[in-house]
């Protein structure tokens, strides 16, 4: 079974796997906080949006902050 985007993608701008879970999910929540705040409904999981943030270099581990997450 193969992943997109790749392990050692995601690795290259968050070199930790368990710190690019904490991202990742850091960031799905903040994607999801927006768009329920904007009354926008999302078509894309919001973490899906986050895994390609992070994979098209984006978001990194110093980007998502503690301060927007409950």
Same mark, same amino acid.
Request: net charge negative; glycine share 2%.
């Given at each position: @079974? @193969? *992943?997109?985007? /790749? @392990? =050692?993608? *995601?690795? /290259?701008?968050?070199? =930790?796997?368990? *710190? *690019? %879970? =904490?991202? %990742? /999910? &850091?960031?799905? &929540? +903040? !994607?999801? +906080?927006? #768009?329920?705040?904007?009354?926008?409904? !999302?078509?894309?999981?919001?973490?899906?949006? /986050?895994?390609?943030? %992070? #994979?098209?270099? &984006? !978001?990194? #581990?110093?980007?998502?902050? !503690?301060? =927007? %997450?409950?």
């Amino acid at each position: @079974m @193969m *992943l997109y985007p /790749a @392990m =050692n993608k *995601l690795t /290259a701008n968050v070199p =930790n796997r368990y *710190l *690019l %879970v =904490n991202v %990742v /999910a &850091r960031r799905a &929540r +903040q !994607i999801a +906080q927006e #768009a329920e705040d904007l009354g926008e409904k !999302i078509d894309v999981k919001p973490v899906t949006l /986050a895994i390609k943030e %992070v #994979a098209e270099g &984006r !978001i990194t #581990a110093s980007d998502v902050t !503690i301060e =927007n %997450v409950e």
